[in-house]
């Protein structure tokens, strides 16, 4: 069926249709409260080997074992440390989180990425498309680890990676993208790739990024998606998030109507 949110129309145009009717209260549509200065439970430092043994080094922010989980993929030059605060409020959508150092990065407050480190290291190539191993590893970390399907969350690069790694991967429920593109050259045509991803999508970026995202975002068949404008100039990819940010608040509240809906 189609649902529509007139309540939210000032904000944004969104298209998200044949959802599950019990899906309409699950969770709040409003900017999680109460995580100011806080810090996300249970934080630890792990890691797990990237498909071709490489060990990955995430943060991992358990709640309780009987969560979903939601894995954070960080842009380009950066490092888990890009959820530091942002993975506190994921959580209260009543999910576990993990924040994983992909080997395409480097550092972001304060959080250096050990993954692209030991890449390095290794003589590894660590351009965004050797990163996509590191993504269906901790996808595969997570499912063996909870039995229950993985929501993705990208940012920039590894917004395309999370979109073109769920298309018929029965082990992911839904993807959040912030700021996806063709960022790939010859190697990936992002749009073509995307066009039978079949779970629930959540695309947006700053509204100067718009015309290229909702190529991306037009591309997919499925009808189960959603896509977000910020009413000012907004911010590239997951950062957009953060309290720095002018107009987080406003993004908050789309994340949140999109996981009302899941």
Known sequence: MKLS????SFLFFFTFTNCQSSATAKHSAEDPKDTTGKTATGLTQITFPSLDGLPITADSYLQNDTLPWILLCHQAGYSRGEYKETAAKFEKFGYNCLAIDQRSGNEVNGVKNLTA????????PTDYLDAEQDIRAAI????????????????????????KIAVGNPSVKAVLAFSPGEYYGDKLQLAKSIVKIDCP?????????????RKIFDAIENQNKLFFTPTSPGIHASSALWESTNDYKEYWTAVGTFFSLL
């Open 5 to 8: 949110l007139f309540f939210l």
């Open 117 to 124: 480190q030991r890449a390095k290291e290794q003589g590894k």
């Open 140 to 163: 595969n970390y997570l499912f063996t680890k909870s039995k229950r399907k993985v929501i993705l969350v990208g940012s920039s690069y590894s917004a395309g990676l999370v979109l």
């Open 201 to 213: 999508v959540f695309i947006t970026c700053a509204k100067k990024e718009v015309p290229d995202a």
